[in-house]
């Protein structure tokens, strides 16, 4: 499919993507990465061609970001690609705008097909409808009907304007600015492994099981995955032996188009913080539970959310701070993130939900997992996404200890949930190369 | 299948070892796979490296641009008093100090802080030829370059992969040596050495040098400070 000519040739950075455009450097890139796990190994040459039939259909992942004077922006890449490459072992490896890298990238491992997306482009939401349609264009390739249902867009038609939008400048009206400072959080950093290392660790549970387990606490499974996490991190907190312990607080991204109606594909989210402060005493895990699950209920409301997107927003438009060229904006930006941004929360928890498919697809798909890249401190991040009877759950960071992941699963043992476990990490190495490590 | 002992999760065939705990893959009725297809690819990639040799022309031909724009204003329009020399050495500095460490990315970064210290140096003695100040420059720019110098290249090179603490008392040790060497140069220059002020100086730094050498070679004390005071 051609550029249509109504497509503009190049793009505003909403919101968020100045922010993970403005904090990029040359070892830190905010990427995130979905994977589905096919029910047969992967055919290559079908996939590149579902990947060249699919993109023209998202021209908003078809894009190069450039600097301008005051702003950074997206332009068109009418180059080839993204080629389709065979899967790595340390995903989610950084972006240079300078070399001029692509977006957005496409591996296949076995049965694996990865698609890897820098935050600036699209949010979790946005990415999975095209990760969506290019499954359900592969599996045509490979011959199997599939209808364009269940939010798969038709590569046929051409791409529609409002799939573009920035959703958080159509909504910034409110008369309130909310802005949402929190008090620092414990940082639950760790030891920062040799750059190009992501370690990787996945949990596979039942949907069922969990479902059952979450509501036996009377909570939803986001809210019962967020308590447990939370308690993992209060554990390792009063481990580490502080005089003084601090809240140790999450943030949790929201998709805000069921709140505000949008079709946007680029991001529209805003993270809630959901906090347990050690100092105000124990808290079992039910307590932690309610407490997550109150602080869901309290704060996820369309008035209150929509005052946070308008104070973002006026920031963007107050005119002395528009005049500043780019490098200096982007600098005070990073440096107000370094100081300020990841002050609030220990460590992010993200869950897109179910990934649902037309009937066709669900038996050609084993499981669905997603990974999110490498955190601005060295700090271990979790998200889960489910798929049929299999949430797969992930803690992805650039830290050496694996003790925040090893509590959150011997939590869920402990809860009477059957775990596995597998992860990238180097000491989990196979059988055979054993004998090499201590 | 095997599971962890310590965690109860369920293992990868392959799995030697638990990843959450590293506990050891012992089941004689189901050992480890070595067959078995790995869960994640074995290959690593890394991203190209960044390319500073864009910004390093950007910013040789910015330093030599004015260094050649002032030369040309001051010896064409303006003959007199050579004024440009001083922007030339400056943009020679400004340019040793940029433009080496994004070319010579593996060198070693002391090699790097002399070039620096060389280049201040040269300005000095620049300075010092154009204005004829060859006693000021001798008897107390040079000296206290020399010993500033030897003094930051020391504290640099013993710095390295030493902790918080003795870092922090490198620093103050070098900065009392300084303070005293900078007096010795001045008095000299003035006519009689009287230590002084920098006697003074010179015990506040090693009065604060004691306790963090206390603390550094005490590990429970150490501890309990680390404890007390995170942030």
């Known amino acids: 499919m051609e550029p249509c000519a109504s497509q503009p040739s190049w793009y505003h950075l909403d919101n968020a993507a100045m922010m993970y455009s403005a904090i990029q450097r040359g070892n830190y890139s905010a990427l995130y990465r979905f994977s589905a796990v096919m029910t047969d190994p992967v055919d290559p040459q079908c996939l590149q061609r579902a990947i060249d039939k699919t993109l023209p259909r998202f021209p908003g992942f078809q894009v190069k970001i450039r600097r301008g004077f005051f702003w950074y922006y997206f332009e068109r890449d009418d180059g080839p690609g993204p080629v389709l490459q065979r899967d790595i072992r340390n995903p989610c490896q950084p972006v240079r705008f300078q070399n001029h890298d692509k977006l957005i ?85 760790g030891t920062p492994e040799p750059f190009y290392t992501l370690n990787v660790t996945m949990g596979f549970v039942s949907v069922r099981e969990l479902h059952a387990a979450a509501k036996g606490h009377g909570a939803s499974i986001t809210e019962y995955l967020a308590a447990i996490l939370l308690q993992s991190i209060l554990i390792r907190q009063r481990r580490e032996g502080h005089r003084r312990e601090l809240p140790v607080s999450l943030a949790a991204p929201i998709n805000l188009r069921p709140y505000f109606p949008s079709t946007t594909l680029r991001n529209f989210i805003l993270t809630v913080r959901p906090s347990i402060n050690p100092e105000l005493g124990d808290y079992t895990l039910d307590e932690i539970i309610a407490q997550v699950h109150h602080h869901m209920r309290l704060h996820i409301t369309r008035q209150e959310m929509q005052a946070v997107i308008t104070k973002n927003v006026s920031l963007q438009h107050i005119l002395p701070l528009q005049l500043v ?57 979790c998200a889960a996404i489910s798929f049929g009877d299999i949430m797969e759950i992930t803690f992805a960071g650039t830290v050496r200890e694996s003790d925040v992941e090893r509590e959150f699963f011997r939590t869920l043992v402990r809860e009477g949930l059957h775990v596995k476990v597998t992860s990238n990490r180097k000491e989990c190495v196979p059988c055979h190369t054993a004998s090499t490590v201590e | ?117 060389l280049a201040v140096g040269g300005l000095l003695v620049l300075i010092g030829t154009v204005l004829q ?84 070679t005490r590990p429970n004390l150490r501890r309990q400070v680390r404890r007390r005071f995170h942030f």
Request: hydrophobic share 50%; glycine share 6%; charged share 15%.
């Open chain 1, 325 to 381: 060229p780019s490098p200096v904006k982007n600098f005070a930006m990073d440096l107000g993130y370094r100081i300020a941004g990841s002050r609030p929360y220990s460590t992010t928890f993200t869950n897109p939900g179910i990934f649902q498919v037309p009937e066709e697809m669900e038996s050609l798909i084993h499981h669905m997992e997603v990974v999110l890249g490498q955190s601005y401190t060295p700090r271990v991040n």
């Open chain 1, 105 to 189: 990238r496409f591996f296949y491992y076995e049965k694996r097909i990865s698609m890897e997306v820098f935050h600036a482009l699209a949010d979790g939401g946005g990415a999975l409808v095209l990760f969506k349609t290019l499954l359900a264009v592969y599996l045509r390739e490979m011959g199997h009907a599939v209808p364009n249902t269940h939010g798969i867009l038709d590569v046929t038609q051409p791409p529609q304007p409002e799939e573009w939008e920035d959703a958080y400048a159509r909504y910034a009206h409110s008369r309130v600015h909310l802005s949402m400072s929190e008090p620092k959080a414990y940082a639950c950093t």
């Open chain 2, 133 to 216: 100040g060859s006693v000021w420059l001798s008897g107390i720019a040079l000296p206290v370059w020399a010993g500033f110098s030897l003094i930051l290249l020391t504290i640099w090179m013993a710095a390295k992969n030493r902790s918080f603490l003795s870092r922090a008392m490198l620093i103050l040790g070098g900065l009392a040596l300084f303070l005293v060497w900078l007096e010795f140069i001045i008095d000299r220059f003035l006519g009689t050495y009287r230590p002084m002020w920098s006697l003074i100086a010179a015990a506040v730094a090693v009065t604060l040098m004691l306790p963090l050498a206390v603390v550094r």
């Open chain 2, 1 to 117: 299948m095997s599971y962890c002992v310590n965690c109860g999760v369920e293992l990868d065939r392959d799995a030697a070892a638990c990843p959450l705990c590293q506990t050891p893959v012992i089941n004689p009725v189901c050992p480890p796979d070595p067959q078995a297809i790995p869960n994640f690819p074995m290959e690593r990639q890394e991203v190209e490296p960044v390319d500073h040799r864009e910004l390093a022309i950007l910013l040789s031909a910015m330093t030599v641009c004015t260094g050649v724009c002032c030369g040309l204003l001051n010896f064409v329009l303006w003959r007199g008093v050579p004024w440009s020399l001083f922007v030339v050495g400056a943009c020679a500095v400004l340019w040793v100090w940029l433009v080496p460490p994004l070319l010579l990315r593996r060198a070693p970064s002391a090699v790097l802080l002399l070039l620096d210290l």
